[in-house]
């Protein structure tokens, strides 16, 4: 549209007797560059029609330049929107590769701590597998201080060490009654071996009694056969009567 304009303009100034085309400033508020590379009027024309040539040779490069400078400020934009757009995809870039190298760092911080928290509550499973009657309540109250203090690391193997824990808890109640029903038997049996002795040796206790109530009574009698014979001469030399009991002590008394 401005080009049709600008050949109007000049066939009007170009009339004789018109006055000379007014000079249309530069648009970036610049003086228009010196005329370089144009041509010399033709030699036909008025000196007036020649003013007018070189003003519209000048019109004509600043438009020209114009147009240049439009199109270098639109290449240059362009540029830029390709660098930052580039400036943009780089950052992206780098903010995507930190955040998988993050992500990296925490999915092996949240291993090296479910394995350390897995280690740490089996040590404690394992002794509880192997408790005593003595050490089972300590040792279940210790393992559920661990699994409250460990299960928020356990991370995938939460519920494999709740199971282990519930399973453990049972194995050892179980081996604590095995236990306790094994010395329950042998606390019987030793009471009963207890009994059977103190049987016997009561049972020996009272033979030993009647053997000496029976040596006793044996010494009496001696006594006193050794009392009524002494008017008739005494007692024969092998008839003795028994003193201190001596055979009584040694369970065999002397015949009368």
Request: charge should be positive; include cysteine; aromatic fraction near 2%.
């Amino acid at each position: 549209q401005q080009q049709p304009q600008q050949m109007q303009a000049q066939q009007h100034y170009m009339q004789p007797g018109q006055p000379p085309m007014p000079t249309v400033p530069h648009p970036m508020g610049m003086p228009p560059p010196p005329m370089m590379g144009v041509p010399p009027p033709p030699m036909h024309l008025q000196p007036w029609e020649v003013q007018q040539w070189h003003m519209m040779q000048a019109q004509h490069q600043q438009v020209a330049q114009f147009q240049m400078m439009q199109h270098q400020a639109a290449q240059q934009q362009l540029q830029q929107q390709q660098m930052d757009m580039k400036k943009k995809a780089d950052d992206e870039r780098r903010r995507r590769l930190e955040e998988e190298r993050r992500k990296r760092e925490e999915e092996m911080r949240k291993k090296l701590a479910e394995e350390k928290a897995v280690r740490i509550i089996m040590q404690v499973v394992q002794k509880l597998r192997v408790a005593t009657p003595e050490s089972f309540d300590a040792l279940k109250k210790d393992l559920e201080d661990t699994l409250a203090k460990e299960i928020p690391q356990a991370g995938n193997s939460t519920q494999r060490m709740k199971d282990e824990a519930d399973r453990a808890v049972r194995q050892a109640e179980k081996c604590i009654e095995m236990i306790n029903q094994r010395r329950k038997l042998v606390e019987e049996k030793r009471r009963e071996m207890e009994e059977k002795q103190k049987a016997v040796e009561d049972k020996a206790k009272a033979l030993l009694d009647e053997l000496r109530a029976l040596v006793a009574s044996a010494e009496e009698q001696s006594r006193r056969l050794a009392d009524v014979s002494r008017p008739l001469g005494g007692v024969p030399p092998k008839v003795q009567p028994l003193v201190g009991g001596g055979a009584a002590a040694a369970g065999q008394p002397q015949g009368v």
